[in-house]
Each structure stands twice: as structure tokens, then as C-alpha cells.
């Protein structure tokens, strides 16, 4: 069945870096693009970034960049530079079948 686990979420202090990870299964990675959002605290949930099937990347915000092997069938998403409003849960998205993964929650705080 279809399956997309977030990982690497956590505290980190401002300034700080973060990676988070996507692990894909049950549908043809390769051929989907791939998307970050996020959902901060008592907000609604908005795009982070997104990575094509090519590798070509849009991103919010210049501070995080997207990557992908699929080999690995994994997505990542590189988040540097980090203030508390990027304080959220982090989901990835699959865009050739709209499914979501469960989240994972990221803090920035000192």
C-alpha cells in the first residue's frame, strides 16, 4: 500500500539546521513529483517546497531546498538558517497521487 514516513524532525535552536526525510513506497516514485508543507501551530498548513520528477526545485523560501534519490525512494528537505517561525509539522506530499505522510514535528526555540 501506499506509504510516505517523514523523518528527522526535532528541536533545534535558532540558527540551527535540520533534515528531514521522506521514505516513499507502493507507487511509482520516480514518476511523482514531490512536495514539503507544513502546518504551524493554530495556522493553516502551506507549501514549503517542491521537487520535480527532473530534480528542478521550487522553493518558499531560500533557506530550504529540496532533494530526492530514487534509488533510495526517499525525498529530503534541507531547512538551514532556522527562526521560530518555522516552528511546525512537516509533511511530504506525493503529487501524482495526492497522498500524505503522517507528519513529523519540527521546533525552534531556545
Known amino acids: 500500500q501506499v506509504q510516505l514516513v517523514e523523518s528527522g524532525g526535532g528541536w533545534v535552536q535558532p540558527g540551527g539546521s535540520l533534515r528531514l526525510s521522506c521514505a516513499a513506497s507502493?507507487?511509482?516514485?520516480?514518476?511523482?513529483?514531490m512536495r514539503w508543507y507544513r502546518q504551524p501551530p493554530g495556522k493553516e498548513r502551506e507549501w514549503v517546497a517542491t521537487?520535480?520528477?527532473?530534480g528542478d526545485v521550487n522553493s518558499a523560501d531560500g533557506r530550504f531546498t529540496a532533494s530526492r534519490d530514487n534509488g533510495k525512494r526517499v525525498v529530503t528537505l534541507q531547512m538551514n538558517s532556522l527562526k521560530p517561525e518555522d516552528t511546525a509539522v512537516y509533511y511530504c506530499?506525493?503529487?501524482?497521487?495526492?497522498?500524505w505522510g503522517q507528519g513529523t514535528q519540527v521546533t525552534v526555540s531556545s
Open positions: 506530499n506525493a503529487m501524482l497521487i495526492d497522498a
Open positions: 507502493g507507487f511509482p516514485f520516480s514518476s511523482s513529483g
Open positions: 521537487i520535480f520528477t527532473g
